[in-house]
């Protein structure tokens, strides 16, 4: 097995948005995926992306994806990298892309100066949880996630 981690190309949205859709099928959520190809390059490769990826290759054929940004700690003083997918097709879970994908990310972080990597793990995925604390990831019981979105925005954002 041949395992190679690089940066996403414009020729792979259509393979990043197949990703993310598995994704949120398997979170139980694909009917909340909106985004289309259209959309993912302008984030991915706009003059100022909003998001980068990596694509896991087994052999040469696409086996998983790590698409993430960066955000900021005001308590550090310096950005963060921010992991919003993690995904690793069936056939290729427990082959190291995974790992591979995480390391990558790791040290992506560390050569871009960030001092911290982050990410969110929904509460009963247990096989991903065991994944990221066999990893060293620290899980963060105390924070939540807040969101506004929808109407619920349109709203805010007229609030007096």
């Known amino acids: 097995m041949t395992l190679m981690i690089r940066a996403a190309e414009p020729r792979d949205v ?33 003059r100022a992306p909003a998001a980068e990826a990596l694509i896991a290759e087994v052999d040469g054929t696409a086996a998983g994806l790590a698409l993430f940004f960066h955000n900021f700690s005001t308590w550090t003083g310096w950005r963060g990298l921010y992991l919003e997918d993690l995904y690793v097709t069936p ?42 604390r066999a990893m060293g990831a620290e899980m963060m019981e105390e924070w939540r996630t807040c969101r506004v979105s929808g109407d619920a925005l349109i709203t805010l954002a007229a609030k007096d």
């Open 91 to 132: 056939a290729a879970r427990g082959s190291g892309v995974g790992k591979a994908l995480l390391k990558r990310l790791a040290a992506i972080a560390v050569e871009r100066g960030c001092t911290r990597f982050e990410w969110q793990v929904l509460t009963w995925n247990t096989p991903a949880i065991d994944f990221y």
């Open 14 to 46: 259509p393979t990043v948005l197949h990703f993310v859709r598995e994704l949120a099928e398997f979170e139980r959520a694909l009917e909340k995926v909106v985004a289309t190809e259209e959309l993912l390059h302008a984030a991915m490769f706009a």
